[in-house]
Nanobody, 113 residues
Protein backbone atom coordinates (compact mmCIF):
# COMPACT_ATOMS: atom_id res chain seq x y z
CA UNK A 1 0.00 0.00 0.00
CA UNK A 2 1.45 3.30 -1.10
CA UNK A 3 1.47 6.08 1.49
CA UNK A 4 2.40 9.71 0.99
CA UNK A 5 2.58 11.68 4.23
CA UNK A 6 3.24 15.39 4.61
CA UNK A 7 4.30 17.20 7.76
CA UNK A 8 5.78 20.49 8.88
CA UNK A 9 2.94 22.91 8.30
CA UNK A 10 1.85 25.47 10.83
CA UNK A 11 1.25 29.12 11.60
CA UNK A 12 4.05 31.53 10.79
CA UNK A 13 4.36 35.30 10.60
CA UNK A 14 4.92 37.31 7.45
CA UNK A 15 8.54 36.92 6.37
CA UNK A 16 9.04 33.71 8.31
CA UNK A 17 10.18 30.28 7.20
CA UNK A 18 8.92 26.71 7.30
CA UNK A 19 10.18 23.40 6.00
CA UNK A 20 7.68 20.85 4.78
CA UNK A 21 8.52 17.17 4.65
CA UNK A 22 6.92 14.42 2.58
CA UNK A 23 7.75 10.77 3.14
CA UNK A 24 6.75 7.93 0.81
CA UNK A 25 6.36 4.27 1.68
CA UNK A 26 5.23 1.23 -0.23
CA UNK A 27 6.51 2.45 -3.58
CA UNK A 28 9.60 3.13 -5.56
CA UNK A 29 10.75 6.66 -4.84
CA UNK A 30 14.05 7.40 -6.52
CA UNK A 31 12.77 6.95 -10.07
CA UNK A 32 9.76 9.22 -9.55
CA UNK A 33 9.33 12.93 -9.97
CA UNK A 34 8.03 14.43 -6.74
CA UNK A 35 5.89 17.52 -6.52
CA UNK A 36 4.55 19.97 -4.00
CA UNK A 37 1.19 21.57 -4.74
CA UNK A 38 -1.06 23.90 -2.79
CA UNK A 39 -4.71 24.79 -2.63
CA UNK A 40 -6.02 27.96 -1.06
CA UNK A 41 -9.69 28.35 -0.10
CA UNK A 42 -11.83 28.90 -3.17
CA UNK A 43 -8.96 28.29 -5.56
CA UNK A 44 -7.76 25.41 -7.67
CA UNK A 45 -4.84 23.26 -6.65
CA UNK A 46 -1.64 24.54 -8.23
CA UNK A 47 1.88 23.28 -8.68
CA UNK A 48 4.39 24.92 -6.35
CA UNK A 49 7.58 22.99 -7.09
CA UNK A 50 8.69 19.74 -8.64
CA UNK A 51 11.91 17.74 -8.62
CA UNK A 52 12.73 14.98 -11.07
CA UNK A 53 14.60 11.76 -10.49
CA UNK A 54 17.63 13.52 -12.00
CA UNK A 55 17.31 16.39 -9.51
CA UNK A 56 16.12 18.94 -12.03
CA UNK A 57 13.69 21.38 -10.46
CA UNK A 58 10.91 23.70 -11.53
CA UNK A 59 8.99 26.31 -9.56
CA UNK A 60 5.87 28.39 -9.85
CA UNK A 61 6.74 31.99 -10.68
CA UNK A 62 5.17 33.16 -7.44
CA UNK A 63 7.65 31.20 -5.29
CA UNK A 64 10.87 31.46 -7.29
CA UNK A 65 13.72 32.69 -5.14
CA UNK A 66 11.77 32.01 -1.93
CA UNK A 67 11.09 28.26 -1.97
CA UNK A 68 13.49 25.40 -2.53
CA UNK A 69 12.64 21.75 -3.21
CA UNK A 70 15.04 18.91 -2.46
CA UNK A 71 14.95 15.17 -2.02
CA UNK A 72 16.72 12.40 -0.12
CA UNK A 73 16.26 9.15 -1.98
CA UNK A 74 17.73 7.06 0.83
CA UNK A 75 15.01 8.36 3.15
CA UNK A 76 12.29 8.41 0.47
CA UNK A 77 11.65 11.99 1.48
CA UNK A 78 11.13 15.26 -0.36
CA UNK A 79 11.40 18.66 1.30
CA UNK A 80 10.05 22.10 0.59
CA UNK A 81 12.00 24.88 2.27
CA UNK A 82 9.86 28.01 2.32
CA UNK A 83 11.28 31.41 3.17
CA UNK A 84 10.05 35.00 3.05
CA UNK A 85 6.52 33.70 3.48
CA UNK A 86 3.59 35.93 2.58
CA UNK A 87 -0.09 35.78 3.51
CA UNK A 88 -0.86 34.70 -0.07
CA UNK A 89 1.18 31.53 0.57
CA UNK A 90 -1.53 30.41 2.98
CA UNK A 91 -2.93 27.12 1.71
CA UNK A 92 -3.04 23.39 2.24
CA UNK A 93 0.17 21.98 0.80
CA UNK A 94 0.06 18.56 -0.83
CA UNK A 95 2.79 16.19 -1.93
CA UNK A 96 2.40 13.99 -4.97
CA UNK A 97 4.30 10.87 -5.99
CA UNK A 98 5.02 11.00 -9.68
CA UNK A 99 3.27 13.14 -12.27
CA UNK A 100 -0.13 11.44 -11.91
CA UNK A 101 0.42 9.33 -8.80
CA UNK A 102 -1.14 9.35 -5.35
CA UNK A 103 -1.49 12.41 -3.14
CA UNK A 104 -0.87 12.91 0.51
CA UNK A 105 -3.59 14.33 2.74
CA UNK A 106 -1.94 17.72 2.94
CA UNK A 107 -0.56 20.00 5.62
CA UNK A 108 -1.91 23.45 6.43
CA UNK A 109 0.36 26.47 6.12
CA UNK A 110 -0.98 29.75 7.45
CA UNK A 111 0.96 33.00 7.13
CA UNK A 112 -0.23 35.89 9.28
CA UNK A 113 0.27 39.49 8.23
Amino acid sequence: QVQVVESGGGLVQFGGSLRLTCTVSGSDFSSNTMGWYRQAPGKERELVARISSRMSTEYAESVKGRFSISRDNAKKTVYLQMSSLRPEDTAVYYCRLGIVGPWGRGTQVTVSS
